[in-house]
């Protein structure tokens, strides 16, 4: 008797493909790749609204006026081909080159201006900071939990995408190329045009480089906002992370203060001795005139240099680089008005002083303090400087560069790091003893207990120590390091 016939398995319920497992499309993905797609996007694009129309601002103020200043003996271009150009301009308050070109039939020749104004940089800063904190706390009452450093790694990363493309949208929009009419030079539009031949006026920016800092500029400044507080809880941890975090939020703040009140002394210095236009223009660049007054009153030497060349070599008649260098030790043809300049440094030494004073440091944390903020304003005084170089071109079919020039203006780097590194010691280290002694009160009466009841009214105030409230509302206690170092200052709020 023959045994019976093997049958087959009889197929699963699901169907052949994926043996009855319902289908994840999720399933074969990088992790990477899985939290970019399958996550909320909707706060970084509502925290990246605010400073993209910051930028649309900006080039909207700067391309209103039909100004001389675009078109000199010719017509003045139209306001979609001056909105183009502004845009591109304003693409510079992220790091991305300005150029300028004119074409005709016997050659071209461009410039780019390297100029960062930084009026629109902190504005576009702090219109990200303010979407990325509302966003934060929405979460955070829809949530009701706190993020942590994987979580807020990812809102930064999303954050860097949305941002950098928003500036890449501008820099591909930006942008304008025009042909000049005559009628500044009494031409018709016939005799403008054989006697300008082809004539191309061009403005575009180095988009390239503004979604670059872009990304990171947003990606940091979002994960210090969303990772606040595992930052925070790693700071209490660690007392050499804590004793960093309350140097640099304390150098921050004093930075601020400083560079704004620089910024001030500056504008009025612009207003007081230059025309309408140049102090108009002269906003965009409030902080960047502020930097280079407080780096000639803390002691850098400021430079103005040029440098011609032709036939692809130094000009005779010119040295290859001709500098003119001011400072306050030795102001030159400048003049000894820049001595004035010594009171911005006198007031950001006391500002960082009395920084220090008022959050009780002691002289480790004071000398974190000192470090960060002469690090923090020498990076400021290096980009507050501006680099203009021009290049021509003769003839349609020559393109190696046959005339061109550089200019620049700037603080030489090795002087400004010296200056704010002995004034940031000098505002960190001997300020707080001074204001301590002025602040020190009067001694008790021997037989007066500060504690007991009439001590007031003797002039002794007791110190009540109280916990700052959080974001949401609470009150949590105040952790305790493990290594059982000091409690963090910056928490503690004091009231009589």
């Known amino acids: ?52 129309a910051v930028l649309l601002l900006a080039a909207l103020i700067a391309a209103v006026p039909e100004s ?60 990200l900071w303010l979407g990325l904190r509302v966003g934060a706390r929405r979460r955070q009452q829809r949530t009701g939990e706190q993020q942590t450093r994987r979580q807020a790694a990812a809102e930064a990363v999303r954050t860097a995408v949305v941002a950098a493309a928003a500036t890449l949208l501008l820099g ?27 004539t191309t006026y061009g403005a575009s920016a180095g988009w390239w480089e503004a979604v670059a800092w872009t990304a990171l500029l947003a990606g940091l400044l979002a994960f210090a906002v969303h990772g ?4 925070r809880w790693a700071a209490w941890r660690n007392r050499a992370v804590r004793g960093w975090a309350v140097a ?25 001795r230059a025309d309408g236009d140049l102090t ?9 005139l502020g930097l280079l007054l407080l780096g000639v009153g803390s002691g850098a030497v400021f430079r103005a240099g040029s440098s011609v060349a032709s036939d692809g070599v130094p000009d005779w008649r010119t040295r290859p680089y001709d500098a003119n260098e001011y400072s306050f030790f030795d102001p030159g043809t400048a003049g000894a008005d820049w001595r004035w300049s010594v009171l911005l440094a006198l007031v950001s030494a006391v500002v960082l002083g009395r920084t220090a004073f008022r959050r009780r440091l002691d002289p480790a944390d004071r000398l974190r303090l000192a470090a ?12 507050a400087g501006t680099l203009v170089s021009t290049e021509s071109v003769v003839g349609p ?99 009589p």
């Open 228 to 231: 606040t507080d595992a930052l």
């Open 172 to 198: 591909l929009v930006g942008g304008t190329r025009w042909h000049p009419g005559g009628r500044g030079l009494g031409m018709d539009s016939a005799d403008a045009l054989q006697g300008l031949g082809r």
């Open 372 to 383: 960060v903020y002469a690090v923090g304003l020498s990076l400021l005084m290096l980009v």
């Open 68 to 127: 001389d200043y675009y078109s000199a003996p010719f017509d003045s271009p139209p306001f979609g081909k001056r909105l183009g150009s502004s845009l591109a301009m304003a693409l510079g308050a992220l790091g991305a080159p300005y150029r300028l070109s004119l074409g005709t039939e016997w050659g071209e020749s461009s410039s780019v201006f390297r100029a960062l104004p930084m009026t629109v940089t902190v504005l576009w800063l702090l219109a």
């Open 397 to 495: 079919l020559l393109r190696s560069r046959d005339f061109g020039s550089e200019d620049s203006l700037s603080l030489v780097p090795w002087t400004l790091l010296v200056a704010n590194a002995v004034w940031a010691a000098v505002g960190a280290l001997a300020v707080p003893p001074l204001l301590a002694a002025l602040d020190r009160p009067s001694a008790p009466p021997a037989d007066r207990d500060p504690g007991e009841p009439g001590a007031e009214s003797a002039g002794v105030t007791p110190m009540v120590l109280e916990v700052v409230d959080s974001e949401d509302g609470r009150r949590p206690a105040a952790p305790v390091p493990e290594d059982g170092g000091p409690v963090d200052p910056s928490m503690w709020s004091r009231r």
């Open 248 to 272: 640099g939020l304390a150098a921050g703040r004093a930075l601020a203060v400083s560079v704004a009140l620089a910024a001030v002394a500056g504008f009025v210095l612009v207003a007081v």
């Open 280 to 288: 108009g223009a002269a906003v965009a660049f409030l902080p960047n």
């Open 1 to 52: 008797m023959l045994p019976p016939p093997v049958l087959p398995p009889a197929p699963p319920v699901g169907g052949p493909w994926g043996a009855g497992r319902p289908y994840d499309p999720a399933a074969g993905r990088p992790a990477a790749l899985a939290g970019l797609i399958g996550a909320d996007w909707r706060p970084a694009l509502r925290a990246v609204v605010a400073p993209t």
